[in-house]
Nanobody, 127 residues
Framework: QVQLVESGGGLVQGGGSLRLSCAAS????????MGWFRQPPGKEREFVAA????????NVAESVKGRFTISRDNGLNTVYLRMNSLKPEDTAVYYC????????????????????WGQGTQVTVSS
């Protein structure tokens, strides 16, 4: 079993920054890609960013490219999402997720590629 615990969400003014963290336990974190997804109020869950098991490759959604950065520290079993220049449309519950396949070359962007999910952390951006 894998446990993923997100933290770092909160209320921030537009233009501000937050860093989300996702701490993983229960299996070999360093061999799996990790992803961040979000679910805005009343909308479907959407892809935000993903990082390969080694950290050498990332995928980032166009809507956040240039503002959000995903990174990981395999020594700490933690993946991060640095969010800069936040906009009200970034308001959502943010989830981290762990890939279902070990050492995948390209970090996946679809939710059904991920098998474990955290409980989510709320990010609210005021205008």
């Amino acid at each position: 079993q894998v446990q993923l615990v997100e933290s770092g969400g909160g209320l921030v003014q537009g233009g501000g920054s937050l860093r989300l963290s996702c701490a993983a336990s229960g299996r070999t974190f360093s061999t799996y890609a990790m992803g961040w997804f979000r679910q805005p109020p009343g909308k479907e869950r959407e892809f935000v960013a993903a990082i390969s098991w080694s950290g050498g490759r990332t995928n980032v959604a166009e809507s956040v490219k240039g503002r959000f950065t995903i990174s990981r520290d395999n020594g700490l079993n933690t993946v991060y999402l640095r969010m800069n220049s936040l906009k009200p449309e970034d308001t959502a519950v943010y989830y981290c997720a762990a890939d279902s396949i070990t050492k995948r070359m390209v970090p996946p962007v679809v939710p059904n590629a991920y098998v474990y999910w955290g409980q989510g952390t709320q990010v609210t951006v005021s205008s």
